[in-house]
């Protein structure tokens, strides 16, 4: 596709490399946290107005017209939604639904991408602003080798206490991306990232092969002045069609999965996220 394939006998003499991709509307079509507000509402954790809510915030998050205030009203508002909320409950929700509302939505391009870069020898990382025990599951999905993602505090009862814990938003992916690179040893200069958002602009200009996918105006307009590659994912397509070699993971595995995102918040646009428990260990 991107003619990203390399030598592989020079690998041994050449520091490792990882290509970091945003999640949302850059490997998935829709809003991965937003997706599940239906799931929450049967599972009666939300109520029908907050269905509406959020169904208006995945309106505005496709059509690219949330800027950050918007974005940072709908992070408290969520925040304070998901307060009191089991997280055993919301783990086993997410496993139950997940292929249903994820795997329909995963862009084939991304797919090819991902495929590209572990033939390179490069690790695939996940970096995303939406919360762990949603992203983790779906880097299950993927084949990722390390996921970032966003979490929020929970309470001795196990439930989410509505505090956060680190905002995965903006300049602190890049930071995520940098302390990434210092413990796994990856040249930045050889490592590629993907995003739609100018708000991971951060995270783009620390590596030295960045991506415009699918990108909202801002970025748009910045990959232009900085003649940066734009790419243009629309084919939605079922992993499963696009990855057969790659089994399902069973339900028990993606429980168990999403509760290495035990601290996070699954309310919608709630993302904080650990520096270093964040990224689980191959």
């Not at 970091?20 to 109520?47: P, R």
């Not at 089991?86 to 496993?95: G, K, L, Y």
């Not at 991902?114 to 999905?141: F, K, M, N, Q, Y």
């Not at 801002?218 to 990855?243: G, S, T, Y």
């Amino acid at each position: 596709m991107l003619g990203l394939v390399e030598n592989h006998s020079l690998h041994h003499s050449m520091p490792r490399t990882a290509a970091f991709f945003d999640l949302d509307k850059t490997v998935i079509a829709k809003s991965s946290t937003l997706t599940f507000s239906k799931s929450f509402y049967q599972g009666g954790l939300i109520n029908r107005r907050a269905v509406l809510r959020t169904a208006y915030a995945q309106f505005v998050f496709l059509a690219g017209g949330a800027d950050h205030d918007q974005m940072e009203r709908m992070r408290q508002y969520l925040s304070a939604l998901c307060r009191g909320w089991n997280v055993r409950q919301v783990q086993e929700i997410v496993a139950e639904t997940l292929h249903d509302l994820i795997d329909p939505i995963i862009y084939d391009e991304a797919a090819s991408l991902i495929e590209e870069h572990h033939t390179a020898g490069r690790d695939v990382v996940i970096v995303s602003t939406s919360g762990a025990e949603v992203v983790e599951p779906i880097g299950e999905l993927l084949g990722a080798d390390r996921v970032v993602a966003t979490r929020m505090v929970v309470g001795d009862d196990g439930c989410f206490t509505g505090e956060v814990e680190y905002y995965a938003y903006g300049p602190t992916k890049a930071e995520a991306v940098k302390e990434l690179a210092a413990s796994e040893g990856y040249d930045l200069a050889r490592c590629y990232a993907y995003s739609d958002s100018a708000t991971d602009l951060p995270m783009l200009s620390s590596v030295g092969h960045p991506y415009a996918v699918n990108p909202d105006r801002a970025l748009r307009r910045e990959a232009l002045a900085r003649e940066w590659p734009i790419l243009d994912f629309h084919k939605p397509v079922r992993l499963k069609k696009r990855l057969p070699h790659l089994s399902a993971p069973s339900r028990p595995a993606l429980v168990a999965a999403a509760a290495l995102g035990a601290a996070a918040a699954t309310a919608g646009l709630v993302w904080y996220a650990s520096r270093r428990r964040a990224l689980p260990n191959t």
